[in-house]
């Protein structure tokens, strides 16, 4: 909003306390936010992460089908580390286009003042996870439009981390495979932190190795 005032006794017509409406200018403005959440901030390997993005018309005016709200949720430092499960993308909005494009999402749609869209999906984390260990994605929407996304901002509503917690064993003996009574065959067996959570004394991570077969 924007308005004008002229001096008293100057004979003009924007003279407080004025109502002519021609003293004021009112330009809606345009804005909507994203929020993005993970149901995890922490998963093994074969978790089931949903992702929900809540979309909201903060402004005042409404995004029609020719100013469409958009936005792009970006999943490549996702689906290194987990498979996108079939039919789970889907949105609440009935006129929300929402499709895959390579290890995009994108998400376009009407939204009314005061209006709100959810888009979901679920990926699942690979076993074993041969990336990053680390589910990391962000949502950018273009410039100019009034998205709280824009590429360059540092929104933590535009951008989510799941940490990977796993870890990996490995078993060897000594000799070559052939002993004799009386020989002594020594094991070890390696573990080895491959994600991004530290174990702990609380919770630590732990292993069997039956010796059945071995003891007799």
């Known amino acids: 909003d924007n308005g004008i005032t002229t001096p008293p006794d100057t004979g003009g017509n924007c003279t407080p306390p004025t109502t002519d409406p021609a003293c004021e200018a009112h330009v809606p403005a345009k804005s909507f936010d994203v929020v993005k959440k993970a149901s995890e901030s922490v998963a093994v390997p074969s978790d089931v992460i949903t992702y929900t993005l809540t979309v909201t018309n903060t402004g005042q005016s409404d995004y029609d089908a020719a100013n469409l709200v958009q936005y792009t949720d970006h999943l490549a430092g996702v689906l290194d580390d987990a498979t996108l499960v079939a039919g789970s993308l889907s ?126």
């Open 91 to 216: 949105s609440s909005g009935q006129s929300v286009t929402v499709q895959l494009d390579g290890t995009d999402i994108e998400v376009s749609g009407p939204l009314a003042i005061g209006d709100t869209f959810t888009v979901t999906y679920q990926v699942t984390v690979n076993a074993p996870d041969t990336g990053d260990a680390a589910l990391t994605n962000v949502v950018t929407s273009p410039p100019d439009i009034g998205g709280n996304c824009q590429p360059g901002n540092t929104d933590p509503d535009c951008r989510n981390t799941v940490k990977v917690e796993q870890f990996s064993a490995k078993k060897t003996a000594s000799g070559t495979g052939t002993v004799q009574p009386g020989d002594v065959v020594t094991y070890s067996v390696t573990i080895t932190n491959t994600g991004q959570v530290a174990y702990t004394a609380g919770a630590p991570a732990t292993f069997t190795d039956p010796l059945a077969d071995v003891l007799d």
